[in-house]
């Protein structure tokens, strides 16, 4: 069983920054990627970005987010960490931390193995 929880959000201006983070519990050493996903009401959740927790591979991010969010890790604190940047009005959503206990990478998505936090809402305000 694995618990993740995120933290973090919140109201912000659009131009301006935000730092998200996910604690993660229990049997975490089954993970293979960790990551974050985000979702607005009547859609479907989409990859924002991921990274392999015991390996150094560079991480991943969708196109409408590369160079301005950046996820990391902190190994000894089970803790994986999203910095936004040049946030955007767009960028509202429910973001949710996602752990995956296989090894497929982001580009498939999620199935009934893959691991959830309850959600932290951001809003970016024009």
């Known amino acids: 069983q694995v618990q993740l929880v995120e933290s973090g959000g919140g109201l912000v201006q659009a131009g301006g920054s935000l730092t998200l983070s996910c604690a993660a519990s229990?049997?975490?050493?089954?993970?293979?990627?960790m990551g974050w996903f985000r979702q607005t009401p009547g859609k479907e959740r989409e990859f924002v970005a991921g990274i392999r927790w015991n390996a150094g591979i560079p991480p991943s991010y969708a196109d409408s987010v590369k160079g301005r969010f950046r996820i990391s890790r902190d190994n000894a604190k089970n803790t994986v960490y999203l910095q936004m940047t040049s946030l955007k009005p767009e960028d509202t959503a429910v973001y949710y931390c996602?752990?995956?206990?296989?090894?497929?990478?982001?580009?498939?998505?999620?199935?009934?193995?893959?691991?959830w936090g309850q959600g932290t809402q951001v809003t970016v305000s024009a």
């Open positions: 229990g049997r975490t050493f089954s993970m293979y990627r």
């Open positions: 996602n752990g995956r206990p296989y090894y497929s990478n982001y580009d498939v998505p999620p199935n009934e193995d893959d691991y």
